[in-house]
């Protein structure tokens, strides 16, 4: 007797669901995402072997450049002690900056200061697209008679007091050492005696003492 032949049809998935998700997905991960801050400052960092991640929040970032010029910036999470800092300047040297010059500083997450006091209001009446193209002069600091890091770092220091803060120094490989002198001079007119280098992290060398760690730490600093 002979086998019924079962006709073959073609399988047919309705995907309607499935591209459903896909666009929820993708609106979620659109509506998350971090746009990432643009560094609008050229800083070649000396290699090291140190893994440890430079946080996100609670730091205040002075930065040397290969031309000696030095730069004072606040991590973009911490509005509020931005907003303070740029009022005990404006008061302690008599800038009378304007809410809106005020906002340029604290509202800018990629704001870097690196002019003299007398330029900082024309440089915060700058649009955002135009200070990024601007050459900034630095802060002056190798003169030891006027040394205005001082200032920023006593604001900071003042804007984040009974909070935790980090202080991060980021040189250029080719930096001159009086900028990073008067780096050091200011942090310690100001009491700040502990502060952590960026670098660039690379592979600890094969075999090293250091490279044996990280693979029995699943390649974590012992710093951490």
Same mark, same amino acid.
């Given at each position: 007797?002979?086998?019924?032949?079962?006709?073959?049809?073609? /399988?047919?998935?309705?995907?309607?669901?499935?591209?459903?998700?896909?666009?929820?997905?993708?609106?979620?991960?659109?509506?998350?995402?971090?746009?990432?801050?643009?560094?609008?400052?050229?800083?070649?960092?000396?290699?090291?072997?140190?893994?440890?991640?430079?946080?996100?929040?609670?730091?205040?970032?002075?930065?040397?450049?290969?031309?000696?010029?030095?730069?004072?910036?606040?991590?973009?999470?911490?509005?509020?002690?931005?907003?303070?800092?740029?009022?005990?300047?404006? /008061?302690?040297?008599?800038?009378?900056?304007?809410?809106?010059?005020?906002?340029?500083? @604290?509202?800018?997450?990629?704001?870097?200061?690196?002019?003299?006091?007398?330029?900082?209001?024309?440089?915060?009446?700058?649009?955002?697209?135009?200070?990024?193209? @601007?050459?900034?002069?630095?802060?002056?600091?190798?003169?030891?008679?006027?040394?205005?890091?001082?200032?920023?770092?006593?604001?900071?220091?003042?804007?984040?007091?009974?909070?935790?803060? /980090?202080?991060?120094?980021?040189?250029?490989?080719?930096?001159?050492?009086?900028?990073?002198?008067?780096?050091?001079?200011?942090?310690?007119?100001?009491?700040?005696?502990?502060?952590?280098?960026?670098?660039?992290?690379?592979?600890?060398?094969?075999?090293?003492?250091?490279?044996?760690?990280?693979?029995?730490?699943?390649?974590?600093?012992?710093?951490?």
């Amino acid at each position: 007797m002979r086998r019924a032949k079962i006709a073959r049809k073609s /399988t047919a998935v309705d995907m309607t669901a499935m591209c459903d998700v896909a666009f929820l997905l993708l609106s979620f991960f659109i509506l998350v995402a971090r746009h990432k801050t643009e560094d609008n400052l050229n800083v070649q960092t000396p290699n090291s072997v140190s893994s440890v991640i430079v946080p996100e929040k609670n730091v205040v970032l002075l930065t040397m450049d290969r031309n000696a010029k030095v730069y004072f910036s606040v991590s973009e999470k911490n509005t509020a002690e931005k907003k303070l800092i740029i009022d005990a300047i404006s /008061t302690a040297k008599g800038l009378n900056l304007t809410e809106l010059e005020k906002k340029n500083f @604290y509202n800018n997450p990629s704001a870097y200061i690196g002019v003299p006091f007398e330029s900082l209001r024309p440089y915060l009446d700058l649009h955002p697209d135009q200070a990024k193209s @601007y050459k900034s002069p630095g802060i002056p600091a190798q003169d030891s008679t006027n040394n205005q890091l001082i200032d920023w770092i006593h604001a900071a220091v003042t804007a984040f007091e009974g909070k935790p803060m /980090t202080i991060m120094v980021k040189g250029d490989d080719a930096a001159a050492y009086p900028s990073f002198q008067a780096i050091l001079i200011a942090l310690k007119k100001n009491d700040q005696l502990k502060f952590k280098l960026v670098t660039n992290p690379v592979a600890a060398p094969a075999g090293s003492e250091l490279a044996k760690r990280q693979l029995l730490t699943g390649n974590k600093s012992s710093e951490e």
